[in-house]
């Protein structure tokens, strides 16, 4: 077998692997000839592993992350008794092994999972890193979460219930679409994936019993705002929703992160917003009572592409002065 056909079993056998870097994720936003995977093999026995995306653009080879994908990098799997010191010797050893096996590339970006909480085998190898945040509610019950959100975040809910706004589970990807849509359009930002590519990857995540969606209608059943949820067997990540604008004051959102939230605590698994680095809605995730987790943004330039990467970096910089 292949290094993929390798990873594709591993996948199979290894439930601890972040959705976002299974075999089938990978296949439905990269398309399954657009990424790869380096392993590294003990015993026989695969323990570590890292899929990577390729994307060429203008002549570049650009290894990103993939569309409406969190996070990748690599995932290590660690002997059961091990000594600190022997635990980063033990990552060193794998990350060297893991990034000679990675192509070459023109630009390398990618977000690692926020359990991989070392990052010098990359630092030497001369990547950067930039420290981002999530937020991530786990290990609370229902009752002393709600204790813990904003007064804004009540008050919303307290209105939504006096209004009739219910919360409903659905598969109504078109409805989906069009109000995920809308919150683009209020930005005057264009959507950045068409209808088709959300319906197949919304397909791919029910038949892989790893997703659903949550709707908010009002007191006349109208759809006034709903999320995409995907999830593993240790997390439910909120992977994007949208509002109708012109009813967003009646709490529709704060109603169906609530839901959310809860088949997150209820079904034993960790709950993570996906993290912003925008303001306003850093704030909002906050607001549930979620705690700020940092991850890694790990980033390479080749040297044939440094004066084009660095005097973009240069003018991007004084058009915001």
């Not at 635990?87 to 977000?111: C, G, H, R, T, V």
Request: charged share 30%; hydrophobic share 35%; proline share 4%.
């Amino acid at each position: 077998m292949n290094k993929k056909q390798k990873y594709r079993q591993f996948c199979q056998t290894e439930p601890s692997i972040p959705i976002f870097s299974k075999d089938w994720w990978l296949d439905a936003v990269c398309g399954e000839d657009n990424w790869d995977v380096a392993i590294v093999e003990k015993g026989g026995s695969i323990v570590a592993t890292m899929p990577y995306y390729v994307k060429r653009k203008m002549g570049l080879k650009l290894m990103v992350q993939p569309p409406l994908t969190q996070t990748l990098g690599p995932y290590i799997k660690y002997p059961k008794i091990q000594k600190y010191y022997k635990k980063l010797s033990w990552e060193k050893k794998l990350m060297d092994e893991l990034i000679a096996q990675l192509p070459y590339f023109d630009y390398f970006s990618q977000n690692f999972y926020h359990k991989v909480t070392n990052y010098l085998g990359f630092y030497w190898k001369e990547f950067k890193q930039t420290t981002r945040y999530t937020y991530i509610i786990e290990n609370i019950s229902i009752e002393d979460l709600e204790k813990q959100f904003e007064t804004d975040i009540r008050r919303r809910r307290r209105k939504a219930e006096k209004m009739g706004v219910t919360v409903v589970e659905g598969n109504e990807i078109d409805i989906f679409y069009k109000l995920n849509k809308m919150t683009f359009d209020r930005q005057d930002i264009k959507i950045p994936y068409n209808f088709e590519f959300i319906k197949e990857l919304y397909q791919r995540v029910k038949s892989h019993n790893a997703g659903k969606m949550y709707f908010a209608r009002d007191s006349d059943n109208n759809y006034i705002a709903a999320n995409f949820l995907v999830y593993d067997d240790n997390t439910v990540y909120y992977l994007m929703g949208g509002i109708e604008p012109n009813k967003k004051d009646l709490g529709g959102m704060d109603v169906v992160q609530f839901e959310s939230i809860k088949f997150a605590l209820q079904t034993g698994r960790v709950f993570d917003f996906e993290g912003s680095m925008i303001e306003s809605i850093e704030k909002y995730f906050r607001s549930f009572g979620a705690k700020q987790v940092p991850y890694f943004s790990v980033s390479k330039v080749s040297k044939r592409m440094m004066p084009i990467y660095y005097g973009y970096e240069l003018v991007r910089g004084l058009l915001k002065k």
